[in-house]
């Protein structure tokens, strides 16, 4: 079983879990900091290790992580970085994920490439980029609901009729 790192801003927690659920749906094992991170441990080495350990790192980008100067997803892309540089060239293990109209920040990945060069998912065309995603991560047959649709703007979390 697939397990993927998700980084990303409190702002889209909603959307985040959205795509949890999708995920956890197609048998991949998820890890959120909210959920994962039990009271007392050391939350710094814990998220290093659910880096590490991942076999995704997604990072979503969106205008609200753009918009935040601090925040603790710029750390985690650093260490992610860290750890992409040390695996086989050719390997797809960091996904930069948009979910809206917003600019992936041009972090440098060392040997003249950015975050730019790898391809990253658009979940603003929903149905496609969720299958996108869950192939690129292993999954043969994905199930998705695609009556939720992201379209231009953030994922409509209302029930279905």
């Not at 397990?3 to 702002?11: P, Q, W």
């Not at 007392?40 to 080495?45: A, I, L, M, P, Q």
């Not at 650093?78 to 750890?83: G, K, R, S, V």
């Amino acid at each position: 079983m697939s397990e993927v790192f998700i980084s990303y801003v409190r702002e889209d927690e909603a959307v985040v879990r959205h795509i949890c659920r999708i995920l956890t749906t197609n048998g991949i094992k998820v890890w959120l900091d909210k959920e994962q991170l039990e009271p007392g441990v050391r939350w710094k080495t814990s998220i290093e290790n659910a880096i590490k350990r991942g076999l995704f790192f997604l990072s979503i980008h969106s205008r609200a992580r753009q918009n935040r100067q601090e925040s603790h997803v710029h750390e985690e892309l650093i260490l992610a970085i860290e750890h992409f540089r040390k695996r086989s060239y050719g390997t797809t293990w960091l996904i930069p994920i948009k979910i809206d109209d917003c600019e992936i920040e041009n972090r440098p990945l060392g040997g003249g490439e950015s975050i730019l060069d790898l391809q990253w998912c658009d979940l603003r065309n929903w149905s496609n980029g969720i299958s996108r995603l869950l192939i690129a991560i292993g999954v043969k047959h994905p199930v998705v609901d695609f009556r939720k649709p992201l379209g231009s703007g953030p994922i409509d979390l209302a029930p279905s009729a």
